[in-house]
């Protein structure tokens, strides 16, 4: 049986979307034991819960004194553990990989393309050397997986040609069926009158977009007057500040800000609930590598309004509804429609019960261990 050596460092930083990835590779190690793989972790789940790094926004020092333990980690420690175990293949979930591995095989997984495609979203030198640690990981005996067709067609035009690269979907957090709904009493929710959206305040996101658009539908019908919007996600990130701002200068302009919340993070217990009592979920990006929330959004029986962009359609098929992501009107006008037509909202309840057997955990953890073998066989070659 061959050995895989995990790399969860990541873990040490942040949960976020990397995190939830990790998180659950290790809970189908766990579950399904070792079939195909005998399976290493490093660092162990005990050094995770230590790190200083974890649950808090470090200071300058912290944070370079980080950044030169992640180099460090990433350039010696792993090629050193890799040797040490005698494993096969090196996983690692979170883009960068050692530019030298010996003989090891080393398998990236490459989430999305947004460092090449975005880079104002980023700080100029941390991306720049971001990128270069991304590319040097490639080199050798390596390959990648990535989420989705639409995601690996996007790398295609930035890795090298010879760059192997497979498709895995994910599944989404299997979220706790015990809900709080007292923030959903204490921002004045009522169940099946608000419009739900989770996710950062990332440019791309086109959250300015969506808040024309529903000011221009509460104020369009009587009827709609009393729909909310819920923008929930964390609004920490200093290079999403502008973001933040516009909306909530929007927001004042629009005389909306007793109709739209702005949540901040949310433990799983609320995201739940936001999620069971939503009416619909509406997904504005102009650009996604995957689109977790949609899959989320199926699991709670909630229908999924898209933008026409990034990989929202390869993921959501028949169970979503599509508007054009630089059409405020259009947006608008597809928002009534689902918030008004319960037959189509039952419908695409119904397709996303259906679409959501494609991404269960095991799925993920078959595919993903099809695509390690098929990777270290091709590199074989």
């Known amino acids: 049986m061959k050995r895989v050596l995990v790399d969860v460092g990541y873990l040490n930083t942040a949960v976020g979307g990397i995190g939830t990835y990790i998180n659950q590779i290790l809970g189908e190690i766990e579950s399904q034991g070792e079939k195909k793989f005998k399976y290493i972790l490093t660092p162990s789940k005990n050094k995770v819960s230590r790190s200083i790094y974890l649950n808090e926004k470090p200071d300058r020092i912290k944070s370079v004194l980080h950044h030169l333990e992640y180099f460090l980690r990433k350039q010696f420690v792993l090629p050193v553990l890799c040797l040490y175990y005698k494993v096969d293949l090196l996983l690692v979930p979170d883009y960068v990989a050692p530019f030298f591995c010996f003989r090891t095989k080393k398998v990236i997984v490459l989430h999305d393309a947004f460092f090449w495609k975005f880079p104002n979203n980023y700080n100029p030198l941390w991306r720049r050397y971001f990128v270069q640690m991304i590319k040097l990981g490639l080199r050798g005996k390596a390959g990648a997986i990535t989420t989705s067709e639409y995601t690996k067609n996007d790398l295609g035009n930035f890795l090298p040609i010879k760059t192997i690269l497979k498709v895995v979907y994910q599944s989404p957090k299997l979220l706790p069926k015990n809900e709080h709904k007292v923030e959903l009493l204490e921002m004045q929710l009522n169940r099946k009158e608000y419009i739900l959206h989770v996710g950062t305040f990332d440019p791309r996101k086109n959250l300015p977009l969506l808040i024309a658009s ?41 005389g909306i800000y007793e109709s739209v919340f702005i949540t901040g993070f949310v433990n799983d217990s609320t995201l739940a609930s936001l999620y069971r009592n939503a009416l619909i979920y509406v997904f504005p990006s102009v650009d996604e590598g995957f689109g977790i929330p949609i899959v989320e959004s199926f699991s ?30 259009d947006l608008k006008l597809k928002m009534e429609r689902l918030c008004q037509d319960v037959s189509l909202r039952n419908l695409l309840i119904h397709n996303g019960r259906m679409r959501l057997k494609k991404f269960t955990r095991d799925n993920f953890f078959k595919d993903l261990e099809d695509a390690i073998e098929e990777i270290s066989l091709e590199l074989k070659k």
Request: glycine letters at 6%.
């Open 214 to 254: 529903f000011n221009d539908l509460i104020k369009s019908d009587s009827k709609f007057e009393n729909i909310k919007l819920v923008l929930a996600g964390a609004t920490a990130e200093s290079l999403n500040q502008n973001v933040i701002l516009k909306i909530r200068r929007l927001i004042l302009e629009f």
């Open 300 to 329: 709670a029986d909630l229908p999924v309004l898209v933008s026409d962009k990034g990989a929202l359609k390869e993921i959501g098929g028949d169970a979503v509804l599509v508007f054009n992501s630089s059409d405020r009107l």
